[in-house]
Every structure is written in structure tokens, then in C-alpha cells.
């Protein structure tokens, strides 16, 4: 019989005087198998109940005589059951198979894969982290960490996680925005000095520059990826160098470059004398 039919057969007992007021003159005797004698009103109760109750009245005759009545013997039956049924810490030194039992009993999955988490909706460009997640599983349970728990830690740390990207993300695009900010002044700043410098020659000069540092002879790609990721390209005294090697280079042929291939050509023996130039800019 189950609690439920059990609390309610006695709460129909419980309702009739009598019952209440012979419960401590009732039982108390031995069967002929040594077993206790219940009382007739016990006849409701199933078999786990009578049992209890038998044991209570073979260990202490006097048991019922010191009870209030039936809601008493009930009442302490049931807290009794379920303070049965609640599993037990085994002892530090127990053997595996013991703290397993213990870890099931308290809701751990059979294994890590046992476990459901619900994946956090992440804000655009945050990747959801599956190294983590399997190494949390292990970890949650190995130490016992039952689902209950371990959705809920799993659950605040993607939040903790999410909170802290949002954070860098703010952080990271006020740093662009300052670095923007900061290259744009670099170029005007720039801009003023060399046109006081070369005054109306400023166009034609900075044409020049570029030149160089698009030609190839002079400066490779990967060097101008460094030039323009280091800001140099904005630098006065930069673009007046360019400046300087593109008149040195084109004035009388000065260092044998073909001009008849539009400054493209391979140069000759003489061209040898820039020869460290191009390694300085990544040649």
C-alpha cells in the first residue's frame, strides 16, 4: 500500500474516538513465531509498515502506551521512510563503486555525456566554446556534480562569459574608434608639414612617394603591409625619403633602371648601389 492509501486509511481510523483512546491498551504481545502482536486498528497498513511497527513494539512493549495515538505511530513512520530512503555520504575511504552508487542516488548522469545543458544564445561574433563544454562534463562528473547543479554552474558561467565579451567588444571598437581617430590627425598633421615644406611641389612629390612604395624594386609586399600597419605612410620624414629615392632614381638613370619599360625594367650593374635600400624596406 502506498503513503497515500496508507495517511488516508488512517486518517478515516483517526476519525473515529475509539480508535484514538485504545491504541496504548491494544498489542503488545508475541505472535508464536516471536514476532510482536499489532493492534487490529495496524490492519490498514502495508506490509513495510507493519513490520516497523512490529520491531518498535517487540524492542519496547511499552511503545504504544507511550504514544499519544494512531497519528503519532504514523507521523513517525513516515518521517522515518523518508529519512530511509535519503541516500548516505559514504566514508571518504570508500571504494569507487560505493561513491557511484552515491553519486546516481543524488541525480549524477552515468557518464559525462549523460548531462543537459542548454546551449547560451551568443551575440554575433562570440564562438561557442565545445572544448569547454566537454571538458566541464568531465570535470562535473568526476566530482559528483549532479544535473541540477551542474546546468546551473554551466548556465552562469556562459553568462559570465557572454557578459565578459560584450564588455571586451565595447572596449575593443572605442579602441578602434581612438585609433581612427588618432591615425586621421596623424595624416592631417602630416599633410600640414609637408606642404609647408614642399609648398606647391606638395602633389608631385607625394605622387612620387607613392610610387616608390608601390614599386616592387623597392619595397615588397609584405613590407608595405608593416609601412602602413606601423603608420609611416603618414610620417613627413618617411614620405620625404620615398621622395628622395624616386628623384635619385629617375634623374639622368642614374642607377641604370630600362625607363623604357615605364621604370618596371630589371636594373644593371649600377642598380647594385640601392641594393641595401631594398632590404631595409623588405626587398
Same mark, same amino acid.
Given at each position: 500500500?502506498?503513503?497515500?492509501?496508507?495517511?488516508?486509511?488512517?486518517? +478515516?481510523?483517526l476519525?473515529?474516538? +475509539?480508535? %484514538?483512546?485504545?491504541?496504548?491498551?491494544?498489542?503488545?504481545?508475541?505472535?508464536?513465531?516471536?514476532?510482536?502482536?499489532?493492534?487490529?486498528?495496524?490492519?490498514? /497498513?502495508?506490509?513495510e509498515?507493519?513490520?516497523?511497527?512490529?520491531?518498535?513494539?517487540?524492542?519496547?512493549?511499552? @511503545?504504544?502506551?507511550?504514544?499519544k495515538?494512531? +497519528?503519532?505511530?504514523?507521523?513517525?513512520?513516515?518521517q522515518?521512510?523518508?529519512?530511509? &530512503? *535519503? =541516500?548516505t555520504?559514504?566514508?571518504?575511504?570508500? =571504494?569507487? %563503486?560505493?561513491?557511484?552508487?552515491?553519486?546516481?542516488?543524488?541525480?549524477?548522469?552515468?557518464?559525462?555525456?549523460?548531462?543537459? /545543458?542548454?546551449? =547560451?544564445?551568443?551575440?554575433e561574433?562570440?564562438v561557442?566554446?565545445?572544448?569547454f563544454?566537454?571538458?566541464f562534463?568531465?570535470?562535473?562528473?568526476?566530482?559528483?556534480? =549532479?544535473?541540477?547543479?551542474?546546468s546551473?554552474l554551466?548556465?552562469?558561467?556562459?553568462?559570465a562569459?557572454i557578459?565578459? @565579451?560584450?564588455?571586451?567588444?565595447?572596449?575593443?571598437?572605442e579602441?578602434?574608434?581612438?585609433?581612427?581617430?588618432e591615425?586621421?590627425?596623424?595624416?592631417?598633421?602630416?599633410?600640414?608639414?609637408?606642404?609647408?615644406?614642399?609648398?606647391? &611641389?606638395?602633389?608631385?612629390?607625394? +605622387?612620387a612617394?607613392?610610387?616608390?612604395?608601390?614599386?616592387n624594386r @623597392?619595397?615588397?609586399e609584405?613590407? *608595405?603591409?608593416?609601412?602602413?600597419?606601423?603608420?609611416?605612410?603618414?610620417?613627413p620624414? @618617411?614620405?620625404?625619403?620615398?621622395q628622395?629615392?624616386?628623384?635619385?632614381t629617375?634623374?639622368?638613370n642614374?642607377?641604370g633602371?630600362?625607363?623604357?619599360?615605364?621604370?618596371?625594367?630589371?636594373?644593371d650593374?649600377?642598380?647594385?648601389?640601392?641594393?641595401?635600400?631594398?632590404?631595409?624596406?623588405?626587398q
Amino acid at each position: 500500500m502506498a503513503e497515500s492509501e496508507v495517511k488516508t486509511e488512517a486518517s +478515516s481510523l483517526l476519525e473515529t474516538k +475509539s480508535t %484514538e483512546t485504545s491504541v496504548a491498551s491494544e498489542g503488545g504481545s508475541k505472535t508464536s513465531d516471536g514476532k510482536a502482536s499489532l493492534p487490529g486498528w495496524a490492519g490498514g /497498513f502495508d506490509n513495510e509498515a507493519k513490520e516497523d511497527l512490529s520491531r518498535r513494539i517487540a524492542a519496547d512493549p511499552e @511503545f504504544l502506551k507511550n504514544t499519544k495515538g494512531l +497519528s503519532d505511530v504514523y507521523r513517525d513512520w513516515v518521517q522515518k521512510s523518508e529519512l530511509a &530512503k *535519503r =541516500p548516505t555520504v559514504p566514508d571518504k575511504s570508500a =571504494p569507487k %563503486e560505493e561513491w557511484d552508487r552515491y553519486y546516481k542516488a543524488i541525480g549524477r548522469p552515468e557518464s559525462p555525456d549523460g548531462y543537459a /545543458f542548454e546551449k =547560451p544564445v551568443l551575440p554575433e561574433g562570440m564562438v561557442y566554446d565545445e572544448a569547454f563544454e566537454k571538458w566541464f562534463r568531465s570535470q562535473a562528473h568526476e566530482v559528483g556534480i =549532479p544535473q541540477n547543479q551542474a546546468s546551473a554552474l554551466f548556465a552562469q558561467y556562459s553568462a559570465a562569459q557572454i557578459s565578459a @565579451f560584450n564588455g571586451g567588444a565595447k572596449a575593443r571598437a572605442e579602441s578602434a574608434e581612438k585609433a581612427k581617430a588618432e591615425r586621421l590627425h596623424a595624416r592631417q598633421a602630416g599633410e600640414t608639414q609637408l606642404r609647408a615644406d614642399w609648398g606647391t &611641389k606638395y602633389d608631385d612629390n607625394l +605622387s612620387a612617394a607613392a610610387d616608390i612604395l608601390k614599386d616592387n624594386r @623597392f619595397v615588397s609586399e609584405q613590407g *608595405r603591409q608593416k609601412i602602413y600597419a606601423a603608420g609611416l605612410d603618414n610620417e613627413p620624414w @618617411f614620405l620625404k625619403l620615398a621622395q628622395i629615392v624616386h628623384a635619385a632614381t629617375s634623374a639622368d638613370n642614374t642607377l641604370g633602371v630600362d625607363r623604357s619599360t615605364g621604370g618596371k625594367g630589371e636594373p644593371d650593374k649600377a642598380g647594385l648601389q640601392y641594393s641595401g635600400m631594398n632590404k631595409r624596406y623588405g626587398q
